[in-house]
């Protein structure tokens, strides 16, 4: 079985609560091609993954998949 390839598309930045730290955390929410949405931490995207242009990431929705994130 060979790997898939997805696009997911930037919708908007949230702010929610840590519930350990009760710091504030921003969210970078993501509408994937499969109709599903997503939000990673803001600041893992600008840590590990600013260099790229639309960087990769695995799919959280497809087992051996991964997802370009559009938009960042």
């Known amino acids: 079985m ?8 930037f919708v908007k ?3 929610v609560t840590d ?3 009760k710091g504030e955390v921003e969210l ?6 499969n109709g599903g949405m997503f939000a990673l931490d803001s600041s893992y995207i600008v840590q590990e993954l600013d260099d790229e ?3 990769a990431i695995p799919d959280p ?3 051996n998949g ?3 994130l559009k938009g960042t």
Request: glycine share 4%; aromatic share 6%.
């Open 2 to 9: 060979g790997i898939s390839i997805a696009d997911a598309q």
């Open 13 to 15: 930045e949230v702010t």
């Open 19 to 21: 519930p350990d730290s």
């Open 28 to 33: 970078s929410v993501f509408k994937h091609e």
């Open 53 to 55: 242009m639309d960087p």
């Open 61 to 63: 929705f497809q087992p």
């Open 66 to 68: 991964i997802v370009i």
